[in-house]
């Protein structure tokens, strides 16, 4: 009975040794994979049709803001932005105006839109411009491999906020 575990278990042993994947082949296998990814983010992100979602949004002051029950998004057609994102910051001037906003509100078009690719680092990075009513704002948006984002956004009259989420396919072009 012992000859025959003891068999049994060197046979499994082998197998594993035979079937399995050593450390390298793991290594260019998720190296492929990411590849892969960032091949299909850099298309999509071509494109200039894109939607990113935030699920944080970090202060200037260092507050950390789940988002994931608030509605909030930057949607770009080509060069049209559709973008509304919670605000949690301070503003610089004292105007009525914002009181009805909450948020950082834009639909129209932006200027210099700039697409980076960094082929070292796999990251994507997107700045543009966009001239609201009582602002002016600057975007930095940089994209990773997997998807996942981060978003800057620079007020000429209030702090700038960060923003952590997925941009991914706009889903419905409007």
């Not at 082949?25 to 960032?38: G, P, T």
């Not at 992100?45 to 803001?65: C, K, M, P, V």
């Not at 949607?75 to 001037?93: D, F, R, S, V």
Request: hydrophobic residues 35%.
């Amino acid at each position: 009975m012992k000859k025959k575990s003891l068999l049994f278990s060197i046979l499994i042993l082998f197998s594993a040794l035979v079937f399995g994947q050593t450390k390298r082949e793991k290594k260019e296998l998720k190296q492929r994979e990411q590849e892969k990814q960032f091949e299909a983010t850099k298309q999509l992100l071509d494109s200039a049709t894109y939607e990113f979602n935030a699920d944080w949004a970090n202060s200037f002051q260092g507050r950390r803001i789940s988002l994931v029950t608030n509605p909030n998004h930057l949607k770009m057609n080509k060069n049209e932005a559709k973008i509304y994102l919670p605000y949690y910051g301070i503003a610089h001037t004292s105007n009525a105006a914002f009181a009805n906003d909450g948020g950082v509100v834009f639909e129209g078009s932006v200027e210099d839109y700039q697409f980076k690719v960094n082929e070292k680092k796999k990251e994507i990075t997107i700045t543009f411009r966009c001239r609201a009513t009582r602002e002016t704002l600057d975007f930095s948006l940089t994209v990773y491999a997997s998807g996942n984002s981060r978003l800057t956004v620079n007020s000429s009259i209030r702090t700038g906020v960060k923003y952590e989420g997925r941009t991914s396919s706009l889903a419905t072009v409007e």
